[in-house]
């Protein structure tokens, strides 16, 4: 049985940039970029890069971690989002979904005070 899907995926072809950078990574820019794909309690998972956007990456975390620590961007984490090179010459595009988790400390978990005896008036016992 072979079935066809007529599935396009995206590509840097069909998508424009949603950012240009000017030879030097931007990070409040990209901060902002990411912001403005944020709703609803979700966020993007993913930051395509091209060749030079990644280039600029690597600049840009080599002048705070050193050299050495950046020989690749793959398991690389951006500002919450998986760095992801792709192979064209200039591209910046966030995509993908995640949900938002917001942190609870112990005491926020903690159930509501109650009275005990006036508690204890309400409850229906089987």
Same mark, same amino acid.
């Given at each position: 049985?072979?079935?066809?899907?007529?599935?396009?995926?995206? +590509?840097?072809?069909?998508? %424009? /940039?949603?950012?240009?950078? +000017?030879?030097?990574?931007? %990070? /409040?820019?990209v901060s902002e970029l990411i912001r403005s794909k944020c709703e609803f309690g979700e966020t993007p998972a993913f930051l395509f890069l091209g060749k030079k956007e990644a280039s600029l990456l690597r600049e840009h975390l080599a002048r705070a971690f050193g050299a050495e620590s950046v020989t690749t961007l793959r398991d690389t984490y951006y500002m919450g989002l998986e760095v992801v090179e792709i192979e064209v010459e200039s591209f910046v595009y966030t995509g993908g979904r995640k949900a938002v988790r917001t942190l609870q400390d112990p005491i926020a978990r903690r159930p509501a005070w109650r009275d005990r005896d006036t508690e204890a008036m309400w409850q229906l016992r089987i």
């Open positions: 049985m072979n079935t066809q899907h007529d599935i396009t995926f995206p +590509d840097s072809a069909t998508l %424009t /940039a949603e950012l240009e950078l +000017d030879g030097t990574w931007n %990070t /409040a820019a």
